[in-house]
């Protein structure tokens, strides 16, 4: 009677690792889901954030006009930048965000100043066709900028 015993209870432990094991083969299965879940969440953030500066560096290109507006929203999207973004694209786009905030003191003042007292000014009409420069030029680029992380 041992016997049956021993053979009932080596049984047993065969189908209690089984079960283990499929608990555990699906708690992977679920982190595995989340994590791509929450990658795919991630990706469509960078997507949007590129996106969007992408639109902005066009119009500063074709418009040459920035609003408030524009700075105000540019702070508020790149907020959160340092979660979804490594340092070189932080960077990147703290040097976006200190020229926006320079082109729009000069258009600013060019706003103030009349023509006849603009030309007496030369210096920020010069500052204002390299940052115009600049922007053009960093259009082309963000693809670039961006790729690794899209």
Known sequence: MKGGINIKINELFKYVGLIVSIISLYISYKRYKIKKDDNFKKNEERYEVYSKIKKLLYHIKTEKILLTLDLDNFKNLIHNCNIIFNKDINNYLNDIYINIKELQEILVL??????????????????????????????????KKFSKYL
């Not at 009349?114 to 960093?138: A, G, V």
Request: glycine letters at 0%.
């Open 110 to 143: 060019d706003f103030i100043l009349s023509n006849n007292y603009r030309k007496t000014i030369i210096l920020p009409r010069e500052k204002e066709i390299q940052l115009i420069k600049w922007f053009s030029d960093h259009y082309e680029i963000i693809d």
